[in-house]
């Protein structure tokens, strides 16, 4: 299948004026050498990019004592759009730029593309998989709404749950919570993106619903009853399935799929899943995209265990700077990025998780080659 970046996100109205400015925050782990290789991908392609690379994560606590200064916020918040590496969750610093931009500047589409890559073999079924997940990025279980049950018991002593039960003394509690306005803003952006792809001959323009509406009536009943709304009103077909199923499926099918529409955590969880189609979380590109701003980043961690070895892949970080470039309206540039990326695999070079011997750098040079 060949591989074009407008497969992956919808076109965006909204173009930078003058030079793009770009801004580039590495994070944690192998964040750094990934998005250093990218940029050193894109500068080869001879854009005009005003690149900068504000101070934030460890750098920024060690020298000012915080993790997201506010001069980096300004940056930020002045870039066409955001290049960003990892966090490592447990211990990281960058958590905090990346929570900005998510939950701050409410980049809430979170896109998770994986199609099928010739010269790489999926583990799990599908060689013409070409899905993209859609993943609500501001709310359910993620912001982290959290504490003890005592305090909440406390608070709201009445409450009784399903089945009319009180809630238990001792424990903790995580709050999932579902907003019309999310919902909607989400599934309209699934529901664009299905229309792109279809009209431009990419899929079909299906439609899935991942949800687990069965077991959270309330919370996924609105997930559900929001989306089926706009999707009929827009002609697309879909279907609605649980999510227990929906990942077998991406395991059993995966070129069944097409736009999977889903909440935060289901997402997330599936599409480290459906990574495997792809040649796994090395390979997987992503973007964020809200109504003022974007970031784009791999789907894969910080994988601490081969910082600084040079094991590093960063091509998912590439294609993450491919669909940036989609985003800022430079498909040509976007699409000469990933065929060189493929093109360097596709010619025997590549890193050890795809079972070669490149290193970062190695495999990043041989892609600046192709595209000089
Ligand atoms: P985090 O908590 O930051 O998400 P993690 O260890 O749970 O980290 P990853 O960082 O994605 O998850 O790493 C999972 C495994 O995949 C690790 O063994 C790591 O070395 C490997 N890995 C992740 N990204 C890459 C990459 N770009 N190139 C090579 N190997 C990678």
């Known amino acids: 299948m060949k591989l074009s970046p407008d497969m992956w996100i919808p076109p965006i109205e909204r173009k930078p004026e003058g030079v793009p400015k770009i801004v580039a925050l590495g994070g944690d782990g192998i964040g750094p050498e990934v998005v250093e290789a990218t940029l050193r991908c894109i500068e080869a392609l001879g854009l005009p990019l005003e690149i900068s690379r504000p101070i934030h994560g460890t750098a920024a ?9 506010d001069e980096t916020k300004r940056t930020i918040d002045a870039a066409d759009a955001v290049l960003f590496g990892a966090i490592d969750t447990s ?13 701050d ?16 073999p999926s583990i799990i079924g599908g060689d013409n998989t070409n899905l993209v997940i859609v993943r609500e990025l501001t709310e359910g279980l993620y912001p982290g709404r959290e504490g003890q049950l005592s305090d909440l018991t406390s608070k709201w002593p009445e409450y009784r749950d399903g089945r009319g039960k009180e809630l238990p003394k001792d424990g903790a509690f995580s709050l999932r919570v ?3 306005e999310a919902i909607e803003r989400i599934v309209k952006f699934g529901i664009r ?3 792109h792809r279809k009209d431009k001959g990419y899929s079909r323009g299906h439609i899935s619903l991942v949800h687990k509406a069965n077991m959270l009536r309330v919370g996924d009943g609105l997930f559900v009853d929001i989306c089926r709304k706009h999707i009929e009103e827009s002609g697309l077909s ?19 799929y097409d736009v999977i529409v ?15 189609a792809m040649g796994g979380m090395p390979m997987v590109p992503s973007a964020a995209i809200g109504d003022t701003g974007a970031y784009f980043e791999s789907c894969h961690g910080s994988a601490p265990d081969i910082v600084g070895t040079g ?27 990933i065929d060189a990326t493929l093109g360097t695999i596709r010619s025997g070079i590549k890193t050890g998780d795809l079972g070669g011997s490149a290193t970062t750098d190695s495999f990043t040079d041989a892609i600046c080659e192709r595209l000089r």
């Open 178 to 180: 579902m907003t019309p």
């Open 91 to 103: 211990v990281g610093n960058a958590k905090a730029a990346l929570l900005y931009l998510r939950f």
């Open 193 to 195: 993106l299905a229309k």
């Open 311 to 337: 094991k590093a892949n960063p091509a998912a970080t590439i294609l993450s700077g491919s669909m940036m470039l989609s985003y800022l309206g430079e498909t040509e540039a976007a699409a000469r990025l």
């Open 61 to 69: 606590v060690n020298e000012l004592g915080n993790p997201l200064p």
């Open 238 to 256: 879909y279907d609605e399935i649980y999510v227990d199923e929906a990942a077998r499926r991406l395991v059993a099918e995966p070129q069944n």
């Open 105 to 120: 500047l409410e980049m809430y589409a979170n896109l998770r593309p994986v199609t099928s890559v010739d010269c790489i």
């Open 262 to 276: 889903t909440s935060n955590l289901f997402g997330d969880v599936l599409s480290d899943v459906a990574s495997e």
